[in-house]
């Protein structure tokens, strides 16, 4: 990833107006901001929120809070718990979100 142009600036992520993305089940609300083609998320999911997509997008995604299982293509199931991340590029293995209690992410992409 090249950063390049992105001035020093803080976000006030509680400023930052959710959208509202629902899943196959539960509701996420992202907080978005852009940074030249870069993509930084607060994402909060719902207790029994399902994606509704396999996602191929690549990541770097931070749990702060909360249990998030993030399932695999290859049958893998991955629990991830409030201080753990995960990394995955573009195109390299199929995942989607899920969390049966809700989980708040911080995600680049």
Not at 1 to 20: G, H, L, N, R
Not at 46 to 53: E, F, I
Not at 60 to 78: H, I, K, N, S
Request: proline share 3%; glycine share 8%.
């Amino acid at each position: 990833m090249q950063m390049t142009d992105i001035p020093f600036e803080t976000v006030d992520w509680s400023a930052v107006t959710p959208t509202v993305h629902p899943g196959e089940t539960g509701i996420a609300h992202w907080r978005t901001q852009q940074f030249g083609a870069i993509r930084v998320r607060m994402v909060d999911y719902s207790a029994n929120y399902l994606a509704d997509h396999w996602c191929q997008k690549g990541h770097v995604l931070l749990v702060l809070d909360g249990v998030l299982d993030t399932e695999l293509a290859d049958g893998r199931t991955v629990r991830l718990t409030a201080g753990m991340s995960y990394q995955v590029a573009d195109g390299a293995l199929a995942h989607r979100s899920t969390t049966a209690t809700g989980a708040r992410l911080f995600i680049v992409d």
